[in-house]
């Protein structure tokens, strides 16, 4: 069943995405049955139980954008889903200028790992953003819950936390302590912001800041199997997309698809590319779009396609995303064509663009990087990326052998609905809230607490 409604919503001034309260449901999902369908009966039930000790919560999720990123993709599908199951909860995003944007790029990829400073001015442009944006958004102060995704509007705390509400910030990115501790200015920034917090959500274990003094959920992301970038597709429909493009579905394919990202690797998969085209027939799809609160996509782009102007055989898309459903929908298309699907990122917080992969059946090649251990099990579910010359070999045998290929997809795509289907990790979300809010996990006695509610010891990072 397909995804309705949004092809040309907008965000309202106050930065309202979705709210029932006030009327403006402008997207939706498939209804609960269907979920059950692939998850089994007892999955589902567990969320509900979930939800059920939660109604007459009011919830509000905030983030950067509503245009491009995992964060974003992920909302658009939470949001409605947890309305469905009675939980009034609403989306905003916080807003600002260019200059605001440039100065939050920095931080998230200081945050990774890039040398250099968030300097007084950085400091000044984001405090004045987060101020305005707190004054003008009044649904923050009505709502029992709020939870804050990466560091672009964790600030808001400090201006607009009340008595009684409860705060989580959900950390989405590749962040490591050492990188902290090598960054004393960096730190103490980070760690200002988020000391008003109640608790904060890490993708995986090994991404636990440890002195922080709060509560800490292991929570990893999730995909909607049935949304349009995730549902079954015809023959038909992927044929209409490669033709839109003029893409050729007889030559072997390579495909990468996410934003113009320098974390991304990009240079990585056009390398072992080349090299993997001296000795087979094939071709490259680089897809992706420009999120709206990464400025620095534009340079990523350009940067790439001059570098590969001359290449025939690389194909450079960048998907509109004017309309959200159609730009799902081709990402579909693009992956299930894909012979190999490449990632081979220099960081990575998740790797959502994986997970998808896995769903599709495809093998996937994917750096030893972030949180992507957790997905790629290395020459189970797919492999690591090793050098040029040694991911050419690995492609070359996954093209030679399209039913070890094939088997390997399949693991990838059993790994995944196990593990990060969206009603299994939005369960584990209201779980930790209802701990939160009844006042079981007191910041200062369990402020070195690490909670999990599932056994991701098992998906470790080796």
């Known amino acids: 069943m397909a995804q309705t409604g949004d092809k040309c919503f907008e965000p309202q001034l106050d930065g309202t995405i979705y709210s029932?309260?006030?009327?403006?449901?402008?997207?939706?999902v498939p209804p609960l049955e269907e979920?059950?369908?692939?998850?089994?009966?007892?999955?589902?039930?567990r969320l509900l139980k979930a939800a059920e000790r939660l109604k007459g919560l009011r919830i509000l999720e905030m983030n950067a954008t509503a245009r491009g990123g995992g964060v974003a993709e992920m909302l658009f599908s939470a949001i409605p889903f947890m309305n469905d199951l009675g939980l009034?909860?609403?989306?905003?995003?916080?807003?600002?200028?260019?200059?605001?944007?440039?100065?939050?790029?920095?931080?998230?990829?200081l945050l990774q790992g890039k040398r250099g400073f968030f300097t007084q001015d950085m400091v000044k442009t984001y405090d004045e953003t987060i101020n305005r944006c707190?004054?003008?958004?009044?649904?923050?102060?009505?709502?029992?819950?709020?939870?804050?995704?990466?560091?672009?509007?964790?600030?808001?705390?400090r201006y607009v936390k009340r008595p009684g509400q409860v705060w989580a910030w959900r950390c989405h990115i590749d962040i490591e302590e050492y990188i902290l501790q090598a960054n004393p200015g960096l730190e103490t920034f980070i760690s200002n912001l988020l000391e008003p917090y109640d608790a904060a959500i890490f993708t995986a274990a090994h991404y636990v800041i440890t002195k922080w003094r709060l509560p800490k959920f292991l929570i990893p992301p999730f995909i909607d199997p049935l949304s349009e970038k995730n549902r079954d597709l015809s023959e038909a429909e992927i044929n209409a997309v490669l033709d839109?493009?003029?893409?050729?579905?007889?030559?072997?394919?390579?495909?990468?698809?996410?934003?113009f990202d320098p974390w991304k690797g990009l240079e990585r998969t056009i390398e072992a590319f080349k090299v993997l085209r001296k000795k087979r027939e094939c071709q490259l799809l680089l897809a992706g779009g420009l999120a709206a609160d990464d400025p620095e996509g534009v340079r990523v782009l350009s940067r790439i396609r001059e570098s590969t102007k001359d290449d025939q055989d690389i194909h450079i898309l960048n998907l509109s995303l004017e309309d959200r459903l159609e730009n799902w929908r081709e990402v579909n298309a693009l992956q299930r064509a894909a012979d190999i699907i490449m990632q081979p990122s220099t960081r990575e917080g998740f790797g959502l663009v994986i997970t998808e992969a896995l769903w599709k059946g495809k093998p996937v090649i994917g750096a030893d990087v972030g949180a992507i251990?957790?997905?790629?099990?290395?020459g189970d579910t797919g492999y690591f990326y090793r050098t040029p010359r040694k991911t050419a070999r690995i492609m070359?045998?996954?093209?030679?052998?399209?039913?070890?290929a094939a088997a390997m997809g399949k693991n990838g795509k059993d790994y995944v609905t196990q593990h990060f289907l969206m009603p299994d990790r939005i369960a584990d979300w209201l779980m930790a809230v209802n701990l939160l809010v009844e006042g079981r996990l007191d910041k200062e006695a369990c402020g070195d607490a690490?909670?999990?509610?599932?056994?991701w010891f098992k998906l470790g990072k080796r």
């Open 20 to 28: 029932a309260r006030k009327n403006l449901r402008p997207f939706s």
């Open 35 to 45: 979920y059950t369908r692939l998850l089994g009966l007892e999955r589902i039930e």
């Open 88 to 109: 009034e909860t609403e989306w905003n995003i916080i807003t600002g200028n260019p200059e605001y944007y440039e100065c939050t790029k920095v931080l998230h990829n």
């Open 134 to 157: 707190a004054a003008g958004d009044s649904s923050i102060g009505e709502a029992d819950v709020v939870l804050i995704h990466d560091p672009q509007p964790a600030g808001l705390s």
């Open 244 to 259: 839109k493009y003029g893409i050729d579905r007889q030559i072997p394919t390579i495909v990468q698809v996410g934003r």
């Open 373 to 378: 251990p957790l997905q790629l099990r290395d």
């Open 396 to 404: 070359a045998r996954l093209l030679d052998n399209p039913a070890a």
């Open 450 to 455: 690490i909670i999990s509610f599932h056994p």
